[in-house]
C-alpha cells in the first residue's frame, strides 16, 4: 500500500513482560486485536522524545504515558507561567513557576509511576541534538518556533528516527510524519526558514487553547499507530485542520529528491542554529525605526494631568483595546492610511501600542505624511501599567 | 464556476480577512495573479522580490503540491480549489507585543 512506504519495522520487544497490575492498567488495549499483548509490549519497549512540553507536549506526555510508553523524554527549558494555562493542560496553578520539565515529569509520573521519565531542562541546539535523539525511536514535535523545527527535522533525518510532527496557528493546524526512509521531510515541504519580517506579525498570535490538544493529541495518535505498527501512518500526508471551519483536509507530500537534507545529494551535512527572530516565541522583530521622538509613561500622565491637549492614538486592534485601554483613539496601525484624514497634524499626537513598537511605524508614517507633533508612547500600554496605572491588566 | 483559492490563516490579514476568494482562472499562475492584483499587500508575502513563489510557501490544486505539477503554469478548471499552505511554527505561542 503507498501510504505505508518507509515504515520502519516496529522495535522488538524481546523478552518483556507485563506485570499483573500493568495487564489490568492495560487491559482496554490488550482486548483489541489491533494492539493486544503484542502491541502493547511494543508501546512498553518504545523510547519517545518530546521536543517541548507545551500546548502540543501537554496531550502527547499524557496520552504516551497513559498508554505506557516505556520511555518518554521531555525537552523544554522554559518555566509555568499563568499564561500557559489556558491550553498547557500538563500543568496547574500551584506549577507557575516552576520549570516545565519538572512540572510535566511530576504529573505523568503520578498519571503512570511504571515507567521512565527522562528530562533535559535545556534548550535544543546544533550541540545536543544528534545525541539527545540517538537514545530514542520516534521523536515528537511540539515546539514553538522555526529555528527549532527546522533543528528537529536535521537532526532526525541523520539520526534515522521519524519525527511526528504538529503545528498550529490560532484555529489551524498541520500534522504529518516526517523522516521515514522513503518519506519526506520538512525540508523537502519547506526548503528555509522564512526570513525576519515576513512571518505573521505578532499582533496576530495568539492560540485557541483546545487547539493544541486537538493536533497533539493526533500526533500522539501517530506516534503510537508507528510504535505498534498498525494502520496507515500520515507520511506523506499533510492534514490540515482547521477547527473554526471544523474540516479536516489532506495534501500529498512528497519526497524531494534534491532536499538539502534527505535527498540524493545532501548538501547540508551539520546542524543549523537559526537566530531567533519575529514570529519565534510571538516576539515581533527588531525594530528597524530608529530616532522616534518618544515620551514615557510618567511624563505623558503628567501632561496630561497638566491639561495638556494631547492627542493619545492606540494603533492596536480592537479586540486589544477591549482588554485594556488609556482611553485613546483607536485606529489600528493596519487602517491608519486610510483614516489619517481623522488626525488634527496641529494637535499633538502620542501614539501608543502594545510595547511600543506598532505605534513607532505608526509615528513613522505620520512623520512621512507631515505630522510634526507627534511621539511615541515608551513601551507602550504594558509600561504604562507597570509606571502609571497598575490597574491596567496586561495581556 | 471560477477556481476557489484558500487563504491560510496567516495571510488571511493581507486579503480582507476572507477565507477563500474565487477567481476567474485557467493556470495557478493567473489566479495567483488575480488574487494579489486585489489584495496587493498578499504579493510579498507569496513572492520573494525576483518573482518566485516563497520557500517558506506552498501552493497545491486540489491535493497535489504545484513543484510537482507545472507550478505556475499548472492547469486549473473550475470547481478546483487551490491551497496556499505556509509554514506555521506554533506549539505553544506565547504572545508578547
Given at each position: 500500500m503507498a501510504t505505508k512506504i518507509g515504515v520502519p519495522p516496529a522495535p522488538a520487544a524481546k523478552g518483556?513482560?507485563?506485570?499483573?497490575?500493568?495487564?489490568?492498567?492495560?487491559?482496554?488495549?490488550?482486548?483489541?486485536?489491533?494492539?493486544?499483548?503484542?502491541?502493547?509490549?511494543?508501546?512498553?519497549?518504545?523510547?519517545?522524545?518530546?521536543?517541548?512540553?507545551?500546548?502540543?507536549?501537554?496531550?502527547?506526555?499524557?496520552?504516551?504515558?497513559?498508554?505506557?510508553?516505556?520511555?518518554?523524554?521531555?525537552?523544554?527549558?522554559?518555566?509555568?507561567?499563568?499564561?500557559?494555562?489556558?491550553?498547557?493542560?500538563?500543568?496547574?496553578?500551584?506549577?507557575?513557576?516552576?520549570?516545565?520539565?519538572?512540572?510535566?515529569?511530576?504529573?505523568?509520573?503520578?498519571?503512570?509511576?511504571?515507567?521512565?521519565?527522562?528530562?533535559?531542562?535545556?534548550?535544543?541546539?546544533?550541540?545536543?541534538?544528534?545525541?539527545?535523539?540517538?537514545?530514542?525511536?520516534?521523536?515528537?514535535?511540539?515546539?514553538?518556533?522555526?529555528?527549532?523545527?527546522?533543528?528537529?527535522?536535521?537532526?532526525?533525518?541523520m539520526t534515522g528516527k521519524l519525527n511526528v510532527y504538529g503545528s498550529i496557528f490560532r484555529f489551524e493546524g498541520q500534522i504529518t510524519v516526517f523522516g521515514a526512509p522513503d518519506g519526506p521531510c520538512y525540508r523537502c515541504l519547506y526548503p528555509e526558514p522564512p526570513p525576519p519580517g515576513l512571518v505573521p506579525s505578532c499582533a496576530e498570535g495568539g492560540v485557541l487553547g483546545v487547539l493544541p490538544g486537538i493536533v497533539g493529541t493526533i500526533q500522539a495518535?501517530?506516534?503510537?499507530?508507528?510504535?505498534?505498527?498498525?494502520?496507515?501512518?500520515?507520511?506523506?500526508?499533510?492534514?490540515?485542520?482547521?477547527?473554526?471551519?471544523?474540516?479536516?483536509?489532506?495534501?500529498?507530500?512528497?519526497?524531494?529528491?534534491?532536499?538539502?537534507?534527505?535527498g540524493t545529494h545532501p548538501t547540508q551535512k551539520g546542524l543549523i542554529d537559526y537566530a531567533e527572530f519575529c514570529g519565534v516565541r510571538g516576539e515581533e522583530a527588531p525594530s528597524t525605526v530608529t530616532n522616534i521622538p518618544e515620551i514615557t509613561p510618567k511624563e505623558l500622565k503628567a501632561r496630561l494631568d497638566k491639561g495638556d491637549d494631547i492627542y493619545v492614538l492606540d494603533v492596536r486592534e480592537p479586540h486589544e483595546y477591549q482588554i485594556c485601554n488609556i482611553n485613546g483613539h483607536l485606529i489600528p496601525l493596519g487602517e491608519l492610511p486610510q483614516r489619517v484624514h481623522e488626525l488634527d497634524s496641529s494637535k499633538e499626537i502620542v501614539a501608543h501600542c502594545k510595547s511600543g513598537k506598532r505605534s513607532a511605524q505608526a509615528v513613522e508614517f505620520l512623520r512621512g505624511a507631515g505630522f510634526k507633533k507627534i511621539q511615541n508612547l515608551k513601551g507602550g500600554i504594558l509600561a504604562w501599567s507597570d509606571e502609571v496605572d497598575p490597574s491596567v491588566p496586561k495581556y | 464556476m471560477a477556481v476557489k483559492v484558500i487563504i491560510p490563516t496567516p495571510l488571511r490579514a493581507y486579503a480582507g480577512k476572507q477565507e477563500s476568494v474565487e477567481v476567474e482562472a485557467s493556470t495557478v499562475g493567473q489566479a495567483l495573479g488575480a488574487l494579489t492584483t486585489k489584495h496587493a499587500d498578499l504579493k510579498k508575502h507569496l513572492y520573494s522580490d525576483d518573482g518566485k513563489l516563497r520557500s517558506f510557501v506552498n501552493v497545491y490544486v486540489n491535493d497535489e503540491d504545484i513543484r510537482y505539477l507545472q507550478k505556475d503554469q499548472t492547469a486549473v478548471k473550475p470547481g478546483d480549489t487551490i491551497s496556499i499552505v505556509p509554514s506555521i511554527a506554533g506549539g505553544a505561542n506565547r504572545a508578547r507585543i
Open positions: 518483556a513482560a507485563l506485570s499483573k497490575e500493568e495487564i489490568m492498567r492495560y487491559s482496554r488495549h490488550l482486548i483489541m486485536p489491533e494492539v493486544g499483548m503484542e502491541g502493547q509490549l511494543k508501546i512498553k519497549a518504545a523510547k519517545v522524545l518530546c521536543i517541548g512540553t507545551g500546548g502540543l507536549g501537554a496531550p502527547l506526555g499524557l496520552y504516551l504515558a497513559a498508554a505506557g510508553v516505556g520511555r518518554i523524554g521531555l525537552v523544554d527549558f522554559d518555566v509555568v507561567d499563568s499564561t500557559n494555562l489556558q491550553r498547557q493542560v500538563l500543568f496547574g496553578t500551584q506549577d507557575v513557576g516552576k520549570p516545565k520539565t519538572e512540572a510535566a515529569a511530576n504529573r505523568l509520573r503520578d498519571l503512570n509511576p511504571d515507567i521512565q521519565i527522562d528530562t533535559f531542562e535545556t534548550q535544543l541546539t546544533s550541540a545536543n541534538a544528534l545525541e539527545l535523539f540517538n537514545d530514542y525511536d520516534i521523536i515528537v514535535d511540539g515546539t514553538d518556533n522555526f529555528p527549532t523545527r527546522y533543528l528537529v527535522n536535521d537532526a532526525s533525518v495518535a501517530e506516534a503510537l499507530k508507528l510504535i505498534i505498527g498498525k494502520g496507515d501512518p500520515l507520511i506523506g500526508r499533510l492534514l490540515l485542520f482547521d477547527a473554526l471551519a471544523m474540516k479536516f483536509r489532506e495534501l500529498k507530500l512528497r519526497k524531494n529528491p534534491d532536499c538539502p537534507v534527505c | -
